[in-house]
């Protein structure tokens, strides 16, 4: 049979332009601009579905050199990890045009802390525009005459957490106004959920005091158990070091990510040479 030619069976080309889309995976990954670029760079791999129904598309945004920040391997790539120490992605990358872009278009994007899987289900409408002009490695160059484009959103149809606005909260008040009873059956519900409402305090001041985080003494404790487990292997670089702490307080369950990141912090040269390790030069190692 030879190749269909009803319109209804072709699909979209390869750039996706003027559609409305579902995205439905966000992922960091390293990105090679399809072998054009060595050594790679950072980007964000986002997976989206065009809600007319055609094929998913694949679209790489970078977002920087992998020197600074990398996928963490620990979660597949939904947070990143500094094997330097840096904190703060730049303005020069096409993964930050895209992310404004979402505010710039009136999403509220107040949820998005450090895991871009947030994101997934949201729902946009995405354009080409010209990339900007900028210095360094990441500048896309034109080719074939044609000037470089960068995928962006100009409207924000929905995101994820949307539905847990007013609707919700106009159909829980209505709710507890019909059940609400009157007489002397208000008055012994309100003695009941006074009494609920105690032991559900109670009860969350023991989650509170359980999931708080670790005192300084304890986190100072756990870096140097950490640490230690680490150089055990052998002499480790400084920065090298950082990633793989981090990645070793991934493991532990009962710490939240505010604690692991502030566990990990600590870890630097005068840190590690105030508590015994030996530091020579940008490297580290256990005492003889």
């Not at 050594?39 to 020197?67: K, N, Y």
């Not at 010209?130 to 409207?155: H, N, Y």
């Not at 519900?189 to 105690?198: G, L, P």
């Amino acid at each position: 049979m030879g190749i269909m030619l009803h319109p209804d069976t072709y699909i979209r080309g390869g750039l996706m332009q003027d559609v409305d889309v579902t995205l439905t995976n966000l992922r960091w990954t390293e990105w090679d601009y399809q072998g054009t670029v060595n050594p790679p760079v950072l980007a964000c791999r986002i997976t989206m579905e065009p809600l007319d129904g055609f094929d998913e598309h694949e679209e790489f945004l970078s977002a920087g050199s992998l020197d600074n920040f990398q996928p963490n391997p620990d979660d597949d790539g939904k947070t990143l990890i500094s094997p330097n120490g840096k904190e703060h992605l730049t303005q020069s990358s096409n993964w930050y045009h895209f992310i404004r872009s979402i505010t710039d278009s009136g999403g509220d994007l107040t949820p998005l802390k450090d895991d871009i899987s947030i994101l997934e289900g949201s729902k946009f409408h995405v354009v080409r525009k010209p990339a900007p002009k900028r210095d360094g490695a990441f500048t896309v160059q034109k080719k074939e005459g044609r000037e470089a484009q960068i995928l962006v959103v100009d409207k924000v149809i929905s995101l994820p957490w949307d539905k847990k606005g007013a609707g919700a909260k106009r159909t829980a008040t209505a709710a507890a106004t019909a059940a609400k009873p009157t007489g002397a059956a208000a008055k012994t519900n309100s003695v009941a959920a006074a009494a609920t409402t105690a032991t559900a305090t109670a009860a969350a001041a023991e989650e509170a005091q359980a999931e708080a985080p670790a005192g300084d003494d304890d986190m100072n404790n756990i870096a140097i158990g950490v640490v230690t487990g680490l150089l055990e292997k052998g002499t480790t670089p400084i920065n090298q070091l950082k990633v793989f702490s981090f990645r070793e307080l991934n493991k532990d369950k009962s710490l939240d990510t505010k604690t692991k990141n502030a566990i990990s912090g600590t870890i630097n040269a005068t840190w590690l040479a105030g508590n015994g390790f030996v530091v020579d030069g940008a490297d580290v190692s256990m005492p003889q």
